[in-house]
């Protein structure tokens, strides 16, 4: 019983310690997400003036994906701060 104690109290501790930071880490991706994105949609809009241009499946499938990844991620750190019970 004691035992369980002190590992209950250790992923709490770890919790706490890593909360923070990989909350940071979540939201410079999903603002890293954002500029890619827009970067992307940008270019393609003025692509008569900066010769860049995608075809539209590139371009739906790279967005599609990247919100994917991005999504993705957020499950698995949010399942790591708020694990279910056991």
Do not use: Y
């Not at 770890?14 to 970067?39: D, I, Q, T, Y």
Request: proline share 3%.
């Amino acid at each position: 019983m004691d035992v369980e104690r002190v590992g209950i109290v250790n992923e709490r501790e770890l919790l706490r310690k890593f909360r923070e930071p990989m909350v940071w880490f979540l939201a410079l991706l999903s603002v890293l997400w954002l500029v890619g994105c827009a970067a992307l949609l940008f270019l393609q809009g003025f692509s008569r003036f900066s010769h860049f241009s995608l075809p539209d499946s590139v371009l739906v499938a790279a967005i599609t994906t990247t919100t994917a990844n991005v999504l993705a991620m957020l499950v698995v750190v949010v399942k790591f701060i708020f694990p279910g019970r056991k």
